[in-house]
């Protein structure tokens, strides 16, 4: 039996009829409202049950995954990201909430139930139009020179990175963007922050928690000399990516001086492996690492070191890891483009 | 085209009334029943909460029996009836694997099953 909490120790939920989403005859899948950022996606389980449906809570954007096929309604249910079912009957007054009685997911019910796989979005009977997808496009990075499969990884790995840290910050400053949204990316710099594994688990985990408008995908790539590679994602990202590259170029020098006199005195007060549970609040280091830290974020031109530290619980030291980490992939991806082995058509990288 | 014991403005303007091929209707059994060529309203069945009168009254038909059937609360059905149905029998709307279709007045569609299959 998958279970987030007692169903009886839950409290009442009630959410919003949006429409339905399947027709057979009647109305066989439908689609709830509960919140900003959620949904309850819902079968008919008035011929096998005693209540009209049953209801599994999911986020925004795993919704959207569904919308595009990337999974069938079983796994939806099955593995919803909120992790709560309901059961419910629709009221006859479309404009009063729905009641919905929290459920256990057992055996029975997944027996009985959830859909068998094969049900996809693209079977709907109705359109779904209250989602406006962002618009993606494709940068196109032009390649040139040697390379080997490793490095194409490397260089889309710098991209996704930067591309997720950006967008990140982005939802974090963005007043519309809901409280929850902001603390699943809190819990993206929970990490331990003692060496190389924070560090990737840290963007990794961003690029999650982001959802489909965190990772740029590749969609093509040439593997001639010259050839190019393909990532498809959002324009203003990319945009922003390469601003962050020029300005790398024309300020290396600065970046570089800021980047080393926070890493040496992380490295000298041996806080590089060591996460900040030794380190007082008001500590003489700690200050110091978050005015280095606060230097190197000036310069860098990512985000400020108060958003990033703000993003991190207020953790100075994780602020000034990640701002060397992300200093770190901008350097790389520059290295990229000063071999002349990048280029984006219309920039000059010097 | 007449049709009979329709909500007001149904079948919904603009709708198809062309030749309507590779759709099926889901079915309990084997062989049809009249029962089975039914939309809800004709059933007696009362509009729920979030339903359009018009899709009530219409019959579900579908290019995707297997997807539709993978839903358990239409376990009951099993079988699906292949239709050929001709220009003129009725009013239709498709969207995606999903066709609403109104009979017009008169209309037998049984006669327009082309194969029965268990799905």
């Known amino acids: 039996m998958i279970q987030m909490a007692s169903p009886t120790l839950m409290r009442a939920a009630t959410a919003k009829f949006e429409q339905v989403l399947y027709y057979m005859d009647a109305p066989e899948v439908v689609l709830l409202d509960i919140g900003k950022v959620s949904k309850i996606i819902a079968v008919a389980t008035d011929r096998i049950s005693a209540r009209g449906f049953f209801g599994a809570k999911v986020s925004l954007a795993q919704f959207r995954l569904y919308l595009q096929d990337r999974f069938d309604l079983r796994h939806l249910m099955l593995r919803p990201d909120r992790w709560t079912w309901f059961e419910f009957d629709l009221p006859e007054d479309r404009s009063v909430r729905v009641k919905l009685d929290p459920i256990d997911l057992t055996p029975d019910i997944i027996a009985r139930i959830i859909p068998k796989h094969g049900f996809f979005a693209r079977d709907h009977s109705e359109d779904y139009e209250a989602i406006t997808f962002e618009q993606r496009s494709v940068q196109r990075f032009e390649v040139d020179g040697q390379w080997d499969m490793r490095e194409f990884g490397k260089f889309h790995a710098q991209i996704s990175d930067l591309y997720a840290l950006t967008q990140s910050v982005d939802q974090f400053v963005d007043a519309a963007v809901p409280l929850e949204q902001k603390r699943t990316i809190m819990k993206s710099f929970v990490k331990p922050w003692e060496g190389g594994g924070s560090y990737y688990g840290f963007f990794r985990s961003l690029a999650k928690t982001g959802g489909e408008g965190a990772r740029p995908n590749i969609k093509a790539i040439q593997w001639a000399s010259p050839g190019y590679m393909d990532v498809v994602g959002d324009a203003d990202a990319f945009d922003r990516l390469i601003s962050l590259i020029e300005h790398f170029a024309d300020n290396r020098k600065s970046i570089t001086d800021n980047y080393n006199h926070l890493w040496s005195y992380l490295k000298e007060t041996n806080y590089l492996n060591r996460s900040s549970r030794t380190l007082e609040r008001t500590s003489p280091v700690r200050i110091e690492i978050g005015e280095r830290a606060k230097a190197l974020g000036k310069v860098l031109g990512v985000t400020s070191y108060r958003t990033l530290k703000q993003m991190a619980g207020n953790d100075a030291l994780v602020a000034a890891k990640v701002l060397l980490a992300t200093e770190r992939r901008v350097s790389r991806l520059y290295d990229f483009f000063s071999e002349g082995r990048v280029s984006v058509s219309g920039i000059t990288v010097a | ?119």
Not at chain 2, 49 to 64: H, Y
């Open chain 2, 1 to 119: 085209m007449n049709f009979t014991g329709l909500p007001q403005s149904c079948p919904p303007t603009p709708h198809d009334v062309h030749e309507l091929t590779d759709v099926w209707r889901i079915l309990a059994a084997t062989a049809a029943s009249p029962y089975d060529w039914q939309s809800h309203q004709q059933r007696g069945k009362p509009v729920p909460a979030g339903a359009d009168a018009c899709k009530w009254s219409s019959m579900s038909l579908t290019r995707n029996p297997k997807a539709a059937l993978s839903l358990r609360n239409l376990a009951h059905l099993s079988h699906a009836a292949k239709l050929a149905i001709p220009a003129g029998a009725g009013a239709h709307k498709s969207k995606k694997s999903h066709v609403d279709f109104w009979p017009a007045a008169g209309t037998d569609i049984s006669q327009f099953v082309v194969a029965v299959e268990e799905v």
